[in-house]
């Protein structure tokens, strides 16, 4: 080993950089300074003669080398190499310093988050090595390195048990994380369309910058850079990315690290310099601006299940004495915070501000939660091997005297919906007679929840009897059993019991049962049942085939455009004007609404709009008080804020906001903090005014349209692109046949159709030539009932004329060229008007 004082008292400074270079290349994950090295090697020297031979503690020593202006700091070894050097002095003895390692402390409890300076985090982490090794004195320190990078993984309370990559113990990113990063980063936005949309002056700034790096003037790249991007979190990425970097260097020192940064990104990730920015902010991973305070779950874990059937078999006070903080840890504990989760977030706000249900949803035993101990008078074991939460309405004496929305958690699994068990007797009746006379509606309401597909009919006391259900006399059938329950269930080895993923898919499933329970809790049930039905069966339902009957768009382009909502919440239809992009918007959140009115929000955006207006401001307000008018000044929501708080409240409903003429305001002020929420929906932000948590439901779709030829409209920065997908609304001749085959024209020549088809594909073949596709012209331009030759010469000179011009830059002579009888091929034949060439002949 070459790392040792005779080594170091006798080796020649080439010799000694060779050894320095090849451990560095070895520890690092990505090696953006191996010319540290080769700059400072006798330097180098000393430093490690310090790191080995001295005499202060090893935290202080440490810091000296790491400290940014300290004794032995180097620009461009940071705790990577630092911390790898002092390892391998005794790697038997000596902890591996890691933001894993220190994580895995943390989780334990053993240090405190990381904080203070270098020598504190150091002493603390070695600390905590210490009390590992007094705990478990077989395991060697690289054991310990696993164990601790595994506890800091934990999602949950599960212990990962997948090989841990090598980079896990580095403090930046490995090659594959920085791929993946480029790849998310081009798949957002592609990079031949970043080079195409680039601004003029980001271009400049952009060939500035690699001029400057490229004749080594370090701190002019970094201004160009930083001037062409103003955006400072990539900056403050940096320090994540490289852990050499940090803002406590010179000027001189962070521009030259930047430099070699930016060089080694671009050489071997072929990283473009105009999508450098957005790559740094993708590996940094930045946390949440604004963590929720509400109530989270930690999740189940294999031994939550393991537990239950150890005590169904081994069943004594003994047995659980022995096995108290496991029971706490691996049951208790993750019960009571689901119980917390489900009314933080459903009963109290939902169930009983929207339905004005007051339900038992206190997290002890006795009132929301059952005690494990079991109160048989000795006639069995004393603990309970099922454990129940069970929201049931206060009004009533007691669980069992009422129907419930439950969650079920035993051996075999987790099961969760609704029960109606056979003491509830007055419920009972209230629930039968409703289901007797309302079996239809209740019906159809559940159908719409997909409740027959993803849920099981229950009856008998332990629930052993599954009924099928498939029409509303089987419904009927159904509910006369003594015992009934409708539920889903999740076996132990479920995915989704580990996270906090699982309050969502309970509560949803709470909500697609709200009509069962409505039939409970209120003697006539046929309000909500209408409203969770969505339309009248009158209407008749809105379909794949009513969607296609409006739009004439092919079954192919609704899926896409689903699929592409399940990636993104957030759509644009983008194109020229009168392409139907409101229509298809509207007829989109139709569909997707189940053609409920009330769950659909339509806003237009223009120059002058707000984010006080889209999501909350303080309004004036005139008030009374004692006989005098007084001004006030509240909080109030705006369309965004209100929307989405009824969305909160109906989870299982879709909601759609539409927003029309997208580009025409000034996003980045309508948005503000909201831009992060439509990334990340399962964070909250904190909102200016009224200070409060707010989030945006998964429920929650956004629709937007935009008209890509209006010059007059802002263009969209990248960061909001990469929140939305795009789905282009081209002009389509096949449509406009399509409509007018439907749709037949007035016009007794039965060519005049086919003719309108015709001027309206060899206008935009001409326009696309001519002027480019962006000056297009729609296809709903000629999509008017009872067409004929008088009704499209006006369309034609007070509609698309005037687009013409417009697009021709005012140049009247210039409209000779797309006269429809040109467009027809027919420019020598004499004819009285525009109008009669198409229609006549």
């Known amino acids: 080993m070459w790392l040792n004082p005779e080594f170091l008292d006798r080796g020649d400074d080439p010799s000694l950089c060779q050894q320095l270079r090849s451990f560095y290349l070895a520890v690092s994950p990505v090696s953006f300074h191996p010319a540290a090295i080769e700059r400072r090697p006798r330097f180098l020297r000393h430093a490690l003669n310090h790191l080995i031979r001295g005499q202060d503690p090893l935290p202080d020593r440490v810091s000296r080398c790491l400290e940014a202006g300290e004794a032995y700091s180097v620009p461009g070894l940071g705790p990577t190499f630092w911390a790898g050097v002092v390892q391998a002095l005794d790697p038997d003895r000596l902890p591996c310093w890691c933001p894993a390692t220190e ?59 997948d090989p841990l990559p090598v980079a896990i113990f580095a403090w930046g990113p490995d090659a594959e994380r920085i791929r993946d990063a480029v790849r998310k980063v081009r798949v957002s936005v592609p990079l031949r369309q970043r080079i195409r949309e680039a601004p003029d002056e980001v271009r400049a700034g952009n060939l500035q910058f690699q001029i400057a790096a490229r004749c080594g003037n370090h701190e002019a790249a970094f201004e160009t850079f930083r001037a062409t991007f103003p955006d400072s979190q990539w900056e403050l990425a940096l320090a994540h990315v490289d852990d050499a970097y ?9 521009t030259h690290l930047w430099a070699e940064v930016a060089g080694v990104l671009r050489d071997e990730f072929r990283i473009h310099p105009l999508e450098l920015a957005d790559v740094l902010i993708e590996l940094a991973g930045f946390p949440p601006e604004s963590p929720s305070r509400e109530p989270t ?44 989760g489900l009314e933080a977030r459903y009963v109290r706000p939902v169930l009983g501000g929207e339905y004005g249900w007051n339900l038992e949803a206190e997290a002890k035993p006795g009132r929301a939660l059952t005690s494990i101990c079991k109160n048989d008078f000795g006639r069995s074991g004393p603990y309970q091997t099922v454990q129940w939460i069970t929201f049931y309405r206060q009004s009533q004496a007691n669980r069992r005297a009422d129907a419930q929305f439950f969650v079920r958690v035993a051996a075999e699994g ?24 309302h079996a239809e509606a209740i019906h159809a309401a559940l159908a719409i929840g997909a409740v027959f597909e993803e849920c099981q009919f229950l009856t008998g006391d332990d629930l052993g009897g599954v009924v099928s259900v498939r029409s509303p006399a089987d419904l009927r059938h159904w509910a006369t059993a003594k015992t009934i329950a409708i539920a889903k269930h999740l076996p132990p080895d479920a995915f989704l019991l580990r996270r906090d993923d699982l309050v969502g898919e309970i509560l949803l499933t709470f909500d697609r049962l709200v009509p069962v329970f409505a039939c409970t809790a209120e003697p006539d049930p046929r309000t909500i049942l209408a409203r969770r039905a969505g339309v009248p069966v009158s209407r008749g339902p809105y379909d794949r085939a009513a969607f296609a009957r409006d739009t ?21 239809l983008q194109g020229v004007p009168g392409t139907g992009k409101t229509h298809v918007a509207r007829c989109l959140a139709r569909w997707l609404t189940h053609d409920r009115a009330d769950c659909v929000r339509l806003v237009q955006f223009h120059p002058a709009y707000s984010y006080e207006e889209f999501v909350e401001g303080i309004r004036v307000r005139n008030v009374e008080v004692n006989g005098r008018n007084e001004v006030n000044y509240p909080v109030e929501d705006g369309v965004l804020c209100g929307f989405a708080e009824q969305a909160i409240r109906r989870p299982s409903e879709p909601h759609v906001l539409l927003i029309d003429e997208l580009n025409r305001g000034n996003l980045p002020r309508i948005f503000g903090e909201l831009l992060y929420l439509l990334e990340y929906r ?17 429920n929650l779709f956004v629709v937007a349209t935009m008209n890509a030829s209006d010059r007059s409209a802002v263009a ?108 027809l091929g027919g420019s020598n034949r004499r004819t009285r008007s525009r109008g009669e060439t198409i229609g006549g002949g």
């Open 103 to 161: 994580a895995g402390l943390v989780r334990l409890g053993l240090v405190s988050p990381p904080k203070g300076s270098i020598a504190q985090r150091f002493g603390a982490v070695a600390s905590g090595y210490d009390i590992l090794r007094t705990l478990a004195p077989n395991l060697s320190a690289l054991a310990i390195d696993d164990f601790l990078a595994r506890v800091g993984r934990i999602d949950g309370r599960e212990l990962p048990t």
């Open 246 to 254: 940090t803002p406590a260097l010179p000027i001189s020192a962070r």
């Open 297 to 340: 779950f930690g999740g189940f874990c294999t031994d939550t299940f393991q537990f239950l059937n150890e005590l169904a078999t081994t069943n004594t006070r003994e047995w659980m004495n022995a096995r108290r903080e496991r029971y706490r840890f691996v049951l208790r504990e993750p019960v009571v915070e689901l119980c917390k």
């Open 414 to 437: 987790v099961r969760y919906g609704f029960h109606l068990g056979r003491s509830a007797r007055e419920a009972g009746k209230q629930f039968r007679r409703n289901v007797q006379d």
């Open 552 to 572: 004439f768009l092919p079954e192919t382009w609704l899926d896409r455009v689903l699929g592409l909502l399940r990636m993104k919440r957030q759509l644009v």
């Open 682 to 698: 399962d964070q909250a932000v904190t909102l200016p005014y009224s200070r409060r948590e707010f989030r945006l439901p998964d």
């Open 716 to 823: 969209l920065d990248q960061a909001l692109r990469r929140r939305f997908s795009f789905v282009d609304m081209a002009p389509e001749p096949a449509l406009l046949a399509a409509w007018l085959d439907h749709h037949p024209p007035a016009d007794p020549d039965e060519t005049f159709g086919p003719r309108v088809v015709r001027v309206f594909e060899e206008l935009n073949t001409r326009l696309t030539r001519d002027l480019g596709p962006d000056r297009q012209i729609g296809h709903s331009f000629f999509m008017i009932p009872d067409l004929d030759t008088d009704k499209l010469t006006r369309v034609w000179e007070h509609h698309i004329r005037p687009l013409l011009l417009d697009a021709l830059g005012g140049r009247r002579e210039r409209l000779a060229d797309y006269d429809p009888a040109r467009l």
